[in-house]
């Protein structure tokens, strides 16, 4: 056997003429699975003769994994299997043995075989076996363990549900405690999102979505050209805001879900320079500033440093951005130092009343006519902006 499979080793493939290629693969598949039964019938008569004992392996499985490297769960499999065709599964055994169906096709009848009840007599066994056997010849192992598991339903309905029902169950508890969310770096303006959720939860943030992402009309621009992914950010963006609007929405500390924005005056009016962002998604917070001096007061004579004040560090935002959040926006005026310390902090005020947003919405038509926005007018943000 060695000599035939050395000869057909080394025999070119380029050689070979296009219309056998089917019939080479066919064959080859049959040899792999007729070798596959000489193997296992070996395992089986090397575990009834504990070949193990001059290895000094602990059982079977752990001498296939000496002799033939196979992983751990993979050995297991292979004795298991074995020991199945030898004893129960006899048909499958021959079907392996005369390349009628594939090793993999023959772990599925014997996991199928396998999941069935205790208390099902040899007849119907023998009967479950007979109609996988035949399913094998038109199905791969995918849609065969399908029909295994179907089989265990059709044969035990009602330990079929009660089993399946356990699984779930089970899966669902593992799914409700693996959950997670994780925030990855800020870069270039965009920020990453890490989501894991169970199943129930993932549906219903996809039922919030649907109404959101659908998409808009005909407008003065044309056809809505976003693309789904797009029209999922943009309503995960939007359900956001609704949420953070929300009569009922979370507070930390008696305060309201906001984002602070520290800015210039100056900047904000003119539409110049940039705010930042007072946010957890950067890694530092704020940065105090240090001044080198020249001498400390041990009088040492060498260096030191000495702390004038602190700086807010976080993701920057455009002036345009920003004039966008605060026009709807509590601003808190602030009056910073040279060193960027506090010296006065006003009360917060908003632009816009809730009666000049309505009478804005009876002018322009209920839809938002700043530069770049085309908010409707029942979509509130609520959005503090601290400016300096």
Not at 74 to 94: C, H, I, N, P
Not at 186 to 191: N, P, S
Not at 195 to 200: A, E, F, I, T, Y
Not at 362 to 385: L, N
């Amino acid at each position: 056997m060695g000599e035939q499979l050395d000869g057909a080793v080394g025999c070119p493939t380029l050689s070979l003429p296009l219309d056998q290629y089917e019939g080479a693969m066919r064959q080859i598949a049959a040899y792999e699975a007729r070798l596959a039964s000489l193997r296992l019938s070996l395992t089986r008569q090397a575990e009834l003769n504990e070949v193990k004992k001059l290895a000094g392996a602990a059982n079977a499985a752990g001498w296939v994994r000496q002799v033939t490297r196979m992983g751990r769960r993979e050995a297991s499999v292979s004795v298991r299997l074995a020991k199945a065709l030898d004893q129960m599964l006899r048909s499958t055994g021959e079907a392996l043995s005369d390349g009628e169906i594939s090793l993999g096709q023959a772990q599925v009848i014997e996991r199928a075989i396998r999941r069935l009840p205790n208390d099902v007599d040899a007849a119907v066994r023998a009967e479950a076996e007979a109609f996988l056997l035949d399913s094998a010849q038109a199905l791969d192992t995918d849609d065969l363990d399908k029909a295994g598991k179907h089989l265990y339903e059709v044969i035990a309905p009602e330990d079929a549900e009660r089993r399946i029902g356990k699984q779930l169950e089970e899966q669902e508890r593992r799914a409700r405690e693996n959950r997670t969310l994780s925030f990855g770096p800020v870069r270039d303006g965009m920020g990453t999102m890490f989501l894991r959720l169970d199943v129930p939860t993932l549906a219903i943030l996809q039922a919030l979505l649907d109404p959101l992402a659908r998409p808009g009309p005909t407008g003065p621009d044309g056809p809505d050209l976003r693309s789904s992914e797009r029209r999922q950010a943009d309503a995960f963006a939007e359900l956001l805001s609704q949420a953070q609007a929300a009569a009922d929405a979370p507070t930390r500390g008696s305060i309201s879900p906001r984002l602070t924005v520290t800015m210039s005056l100056a900047d904000l009016v003119a539409r110049l320079g940039y705010g930042t962002l007072n946010s957890v998604l950067t890694d530092s917070g704020p940065a105090h500033l240090k001044v080198k001096t020249h001498g400390d007061e041990n009088r040492s004579g060498r260096g030191g440093q000495t702390l004038i004040g602190y700086r807010i560090t976080g993701p920057p935002l455009s002036a345009t951005l920003v004039r966008q959040l605060a026009c709807d926006a509590e601003i808190i005026p602030a009056v910073l130092g040279g060193d960027g310390a506090v010296l006065d902090l006003g009360r917060g005020t908003r632009l816009f009343t809730s009666s000049q947003r309505h009478a804005l919405a009876e002018r322009d038509g209920y839809f938002c006519h700043f530069p770049d926005c085309r908010r409707p007018e029942k979509w509130p943000k609520r959005i503090t902006s601290s400016t300096g």
